[in-house]
């Protein structure tokens, strides 16, 4: 087959992949898109055991506690309603939040989605918040 003129430069070394800021942010996403894939066909909530969705945006980190047998969001939080502090302690006191939330539900355990994110920095501080209020995941 004939290949286009980009993948035929790419191909000779003419020009790479990571040449600014758009292709590596693109596959930053791609490989976010590929992770949330992997991780739908495993993790799955339950009205005994329910999903908690973490998204992070920049600006922001938001929690939510799902029962995907029937589509419904049993609790939730983000960090919009907390003003002040830096990102990872906002996100430490939504992990919190969501925590007593759940707990308020007589909710003992949830299934963690990282949502595609890396258990790392700001998810992974959400992530201890919930464990230490006595939420198992």
Do not use: W
């Amino acid at each position: 087959g004939r290949t286009s003129g980009r993948r035929r430069r790419r191909k000779e070394g003419l020009e790479s992949n990571m040449g600014n800021g758009e292709a590596a942010s693109e596959s930053r996403r791609y490989a976010r898109g590929r992770r949330q894939k992997r991780l739908k066909q495993r993790i799955v909530g339950s009205p005994k055991r329910p999903r908690l969705a973490v998204y992070r945006s920049l600006k922001h980190i938001y929690a939510q506690v799902i029962d995907d047998e029937s589509g419904r969001t049993l609790a939730a939080a983000c960090s919009k309603q907390h003003s002040g502090g830096d990102k990872m302690g906002q996100a430490a006191e939504v992990g919190a939040l969501i925590a007593s939330r759940v707990t308020e539900l007589n909710i003992g355990a949830v299934v963690f989605d990282r949502g595609g994110n890396r258990y790392h920095g700001r998810v992974k501080a959400l992530a201890d918040a919930v464990r230490d209020a006595g939420v198992v995941l």
